[in-house]
């Protein structure tokens, strides 16, 4: 009883501690909800620290709220109850559906007219901005953490299959060559996988070949947008990946990220998967690995232009009895994530790209590519080319459920139960439903 | 069963339930009425334009031929998982009663897994049965079965269902447990006495005695594979592959919290509720029946 | 014949127990490797001694993104006893009011929020979020433990614990003259003390593993239970610990663990006297 006593008060005592933090008298509070675990969520505390200790106005609270989606579901809650946080971090494929939510958010470029703070596009990577942005260029929310899909190879493995490790192939005929050799000289149990196979085989893909995923500009210029991914060049793709699968090339890994560990497991030969893996495989793969740019097909496009960016940005949200001294203050937040110094540091702690042009050349002229090769390659990627309506990015509501619709009819089609075809075709006909539901609620 | 009042008065009872439904009302039937009218809306995800539809989520649902496909893919799961948590859990429960040595260290052995966190038991089962790291999938495939659960309808449903039993054996034990405990010693006599010995003793008089048990336990397991697999399922195969392991639940969640369709979604959890209701019912009905009998 | 039937029930049990134990052995063994085993899927089943030292890592430090798991530990030791302790009080006192007074309405109660409780969480959240911000509930204490303390399931059990009381006893506490409290304290309380302890293992453990509430009404960081600790251990684009993650799960599962095993003699004593 008496320690059952004494345990109460240890934590009752604990309690009460934390919930009298050292106000700083007479600073704007304000608070940001993020969404990035591990020591990514560290980083991203880290950047509020500095800024509370870089200036006296205002003191930012970053709380963690778990996955970008459960993010979304805290933030739509709050706003619902008039406690909505002063910034969201929001995943990339949110975009569409943040931008539908009109009164809830204010645009970053609104932002910086009503507070006076200068928030100047133009200082951005344009393959970064075109994704957070209004056809007409202005910013609707605060480009942040970015990166881009890549290739990843075992240079072990094609040591051992007698190919060359310091040309990885560039095209997709080149990846199917050495697939075939990986697993002719059995260089690797798997030749092929591939995590976030949406993301990497249909939105990159159709970006780098100039491909439109759906019309309407992928959505920038109207809710009444539809798919286009059973067009011939997309359906070729799949039915390449289908191929390899039949052969023994290629091995589905799962959905979203759970292909990740077949590489750095020492299994799969090449992979598919964000620039921002970088860490963990850094740390954890036991053999030499590069990374590369995605392998384009020529035969569809020669000239391929940028990839798009994955990751996140922050939105602005509102609430009633919120002051112009709180927004002032997310303004200036922005403005100070965007110093070519904090965002470079960013980025070279982190591994995801810099997200303003002068930030990479403050790398560059730091020596960063220098002493850790290989990392600008995804920045050299996103900046290839001129940007495209159809390489700037994606506005279509619901982005993560049509994601999710393609996986099934992939899995569904490599399981050989339909044709490359036949799959694409399903998808864009149960994704322009999800697209028409959304346009119905978007538009009230 | 209803027990003569003893006390008299109003103010006294009224004053030791408000609380409870004080805190009833303004935290389950306020919130769940919202939910439920949500069902009969169109709004966009943060409640800015709303627009009443009658019941067109319902028929939009029942149009879907998926839909249709995932009623009969979860009635299916909840069937199965029910059965096989509860056939192991009572199978352990009996051996567990028998006047063996050690029983009681038998016993704390099967009652602990019940304090698995859904989240701790989802991460154990990803490590064992990951189609290439899992150690389960090892073992599998060196035994000659091609175990790509990922790229399997047959092999991920199977894995839903099992890792879902898994989790909800101990709980059943307790409670097969506690049912054995509660038969009376002289009956298992009397049944000894008439010869009723082994397999036909726990036909004829055990299990009949459980009954009660039993038919909470199929309630409950029902409730259960229903409502509360849907981490399990998310963090094994996310539904896939295809919609293989979707169920009503993961649809549910699916719509309302990555899809914020509220409208869709809130219908949904209206099925699954009547689904639930009905199943409810008829086990009550049955087992009132029964007992009368 | 009997010494064979025994060997046939000590290899089920052995089995069974084997299919709770081995998976957590597991997690065991990876907790004290180095995190890129686990990463890369070959995790040895032998405990290298030489990572013991990450559970102390954790319990002071936390990993990255979370802080000490101690802390969050002792927070969750408290949300979970608040929401059984709530529980149990209010539970036992509108279960009083039913078995024991003339009371109207009350099996419409019952249905109606036993109905309830078959929504799932999921669509309940933003209208119950709005709720909790009407009350100013969110980010506290309160919040955290208050909405969970509602129950129908302990109050039914709890009803039906009263009704089996014989009338004897009932009988007799009036002919001594024992009002309402004298009842509930002397009679009731002792005689369902097997029933309360019973329903304290299945509360705390429910407690203890809330995931969804905590994450939506609580934002300071110093509200965070053990089990979003976990949660924010794991990054998706970043080199999670996983021998940190795996010790923080298994630490995780103590208390529960402890209560379930300090209280399992009366944990299905009571279970079976409930059910009269």
Known sequence: MMKRRTLLAASSAALAAPALPARAQGKTKITFWYGLGGALGEEVVRVCRNFNAAQNEAEIEPVFKGSYVETLTSSIAAWRAGQAPHMVQMFEVGTGSMLAAGPAMKQTWQLSQETGVKIDPSVYIPGVRGYYSLPDGRLASMPFNSSTAMMWINKDAFQRAGLDPAKPPTTWQGVVEAARAIKARNAAPIPMTTAWPTWVHFEQYGAMHNLPFATKGNGFDGLDTELRINAPAYAKHLQRLLDMGKEGLFRWGGRDNAAEPLFVSGEAAIQFTSSAGRAAIARDAKFNWAMAMLPTDPEVNPNPINSVIGGASIWTMTAPNRTMAEYRAVANFFAYISQPAVDAEWHQRTGYVPVTTAAYELSKTQGFYEKTPGTDLPILQLSRGQLSENSRGFRLGRMVELRNIIQEEMERALQGQQTAQAALDSAVQRGNRVLREFERTARG | MERRTIFSGWALPAALVLPQLLLTFFFFLWPAGQALFYSLQRQDAFGIRTEFVGLENFSELFADPLYVETIWRTIIFCALVAFISMALALLLAVFADREIRGRGVYRTLLIWPYAIAPAVAAVLWLLLVHPQIGLISGMLNAMGIAWDYKLNSAQAFTVVVLVSAWKQVSYNFIFFLAGLQSIPKSVMEAARMDGAKGWRQFRTIVFPLLAPTTFFLIVVNMVYAAFDTFGTIEALTRGGPGKATETLVVKVYRDGIVNLDLGSSSAQSVVLMLGVIALTAVQFRYLGRRRDS | ?276
């Open chain 3, 1 to 276: 014949m009997k010494r064979g039937t025994d060997w046939v029930a000590h290899a089920v049990l052995c089995l069974g127990v084997a299919l709770f134990a081995l998976p957590l052995w597991l997690v065991f063994a990876a907790s004290t490797q180095e995190s890129g085993a686990i990463a890369r899927g070959n995790v040895s089943l032998i405990p290298d001694p030489a990572g013991l030292g990450v559970y102390a890592q954790v319990l002071t430090e936390g990993a990255p993104g979370a802080g000490p798991v101690w802390r969050m530990m002792l927070l969750s030791f408290a949300m979970a006893l608040g929401i059984t302790i709530g529980k149990i009080i209010i539970s036992v006192l509108s279960a009083y009011a039913v078995a024991f007074f003339r009371f109207p309405f009350r099996m419409v109660a019952f249905w109606t929020i036993f109905i309830t409780l078959m929504l799932p969480v999921e669509v309940r959240i933003i209208p119950t979020y709005a709720v909790m911000a009407g009350f100013g509930l969110i980010n506290s204490f309160t919040g955290l433990v208050l909405p969970l303390i509602a129950s129908a399931t302990a109050t039914l059990l709890f009803r039906q614990v009263f009704l089996s009381i014989p009338d004897e006893l009932v009988e007799a506490a009036r002919m001594d003259g024992a009002g309402p409290w004298r009842f509930l304290r002397d009679i009731l309380l002792p005689v369902s003390a097997a029933n309360i302890a019973a329903l304290f293992v299945i509360l705390f453990v429910y407690g203890w593993n809330q995931y969804l509430w905590p994450l939506l009404v609580a934002t300071d960081p110093k509200l965070d239970t053990i089990v979003i600790g976990i949660v924010k251990m794991i990054g998706t684009e970043t080199a999670t610990e996983w021998n940190r993650v795996m010790a923080t799960a298994l630490l995780a599962l103590l208390p529960p663990v402890a209560v379930v095993l300090l209280m399992q003699r009366w944990f299905v004593k009571g279970l079976t006297e409930g059910d009269k």
